[in-house]
């Protein structure tokens, strides 16, 4: 059964398909060099790529996959190069597509890990860096802030955002050991409920 | 446990776990990593600065970092890898088999829990990397009477808000961070050197 599983996954390597596979490579590895700043930039230099230049996924393909990137966990970028790897060229195309949008980043970023010690001990790179900082901690916020003016008001969705800034907040000032992922889990469980109790009470309203 | 191991498997959780993109696996990083001692915020901080100012997905470039940081080129392979695997696996299975699990009703229920959730821990974190950042204040049991008022980096803050802002208004579109990282490195130099 398991291996049935697997095979249905991981067929063997087509001939054909070898080809397609290397371009899926090159495309992936351009998109992994040239994208700075998170996952939205890259959804449009996907699209420009995928859908209008080379045709391999149709428009409302592109638009499913972007929301299933967005509901899984996981970085966009890698979500979108293993969906859009696999339609097209099965398990061999996801593999190659989603290693080739990490080199780039692994290259670059082990190369300044390297030096980045020796960097910040200049007084003047200290000193940028103190700059630097502040303004990951503007980003982080603006991030934060944008999203949460996206978000549906209703007032599950306000009492579980309260309590997770409550919580994350408590949970670093005091520094008590629990991890964030229980809180997403929390916050998982409780859509849940919520649903199954709305569900369950409107159908006791039909029977009367 | 192996130092190898421990990085391969603290990954392997952070990429299960990291839900809406680049920052909002940064609260689930954190403490994993600030609790097992592997960074300092501070480093923490600065590697934000680094993985947003280079190419590819912020948590990728993390990865990558703390890895070698810790433990050389095999760290880092391991700790990438570790991150990207959930991902690919889970993408595999929705791919291949149950392309509709997402549009099941309870999946979709459970992704309304967890999405304020999210947004609610990229702002606590935003919250208290500025508190650290401005005041000095990184807990408030061990570090009583080091409460310290950064004035520089206040007006850093008040700059970069300023520019922000402005930018939006004249070019109708948001800065990018790149500039922006760019403009406080050189208020950094200015103001500290």
Request: charged share 15%.
């Amino acid at each position: 059964m398991l291996f049935f599983f697997i095979y249905a996954i991981i067929p063997p390597m087509k001939n054909s398909s070898y080809k397609k596979i290397i371009s899926l490579f090159l495309a992936f590895l351009k998109t992994g060099a040239f994208t700075f700043g998170g996952g939205y930039a890259m959804i449009a230099l996907l699209e420009r790529e995928f859908v209008e230049k080379k045709k391999w996924i149709d428009h409302d393909e592109f638009v499913d996959m972007v929301a299933i990137a967005e509901s899984t966990p996981g970085p966009i970028a890698i979500n979108a190069a293993t969906y859009i790897g696999y339609t097209t060229a099965g398990f061999w195309g996801a593999l190659g597509s989603t290693i080739a949008v990490c080199i780039p980043s692994f290259v670059v970023i082990y190369t300044i890990s390297l030096f980045f010690d020796r960097f910040l001990a200049n007084v003047y790179v200290a000193a940028a860096f103190k700059g630097i900082q502040v303004c990951v901690c503007y980003l982080i916020l603006s991030a934060g802030i944008k999203l949460l003016k996206k978000m549906k008001k209703e007032p599950m969705q306000i009492i579980l955002f309260s309590a997770a800034v409550l919580a994350m907040v408590c949970i670093t000032l005091f520094s008590v050991r629990f991890s964030s992922i229980f809180l997403i889990i929390i916050g998982a469980i409780t859509g849940l409920s919520v649903w199954l109790i709305s569900k369950a009470l409107s159908r006791k309203g039909e029977r009367r | 446990m192996n130092l190898y191991l421990d990085i391969f498997l603290t990954f392997l959780k952070i990429g299960a776990f990291s839900f809406g993109g680049g920052y909002g696996m940064i609260a689930v990083i954190r403490d994993s990593c600030l609790s097992k001692g592997w960074l300092t915020e501070e480093e923490l901080i600065n590697f934000i600065a680094v993985a947003e100012s280079t190419p590819g997905p912020i948590a990728v470039n993390m990865a990558t970092f703390v890895g070698s940081s810790r433990a050389g080129v095999l760290g880092s392979l391991l700790a990438t890898v570790g991150v990207v695997l959930p991902s690919f696996i889970i993408i595999l299975i929705v791919a291949a088999l149950i392309k509709n699990l997402l549009k099941l009703a309870g999946v979709q229920a459970a992704l309304e829990g967890v999405r304020p959730v999210v947004i609610g821990l990229i702002i606590a974190t935003g919250f208290t990397m500025t508190l650290k950042v401005i005041f000095n204040v990184s807990s408030l049991i061990s570090a009583v009477g080091s409460f310290r008022f950064d004035l520089r980096s206040a007006g850093i803050l008040f700059m970069l808000i300023l520019v922000a802002v402005i930018w939006k208004k004249f070019k109708k579109k948001s800065i990018s961070p790149i500039l922006l990282i760019f403009i406080s490195a050189v208020c950094g130099v200015i103001f500290y050197k």
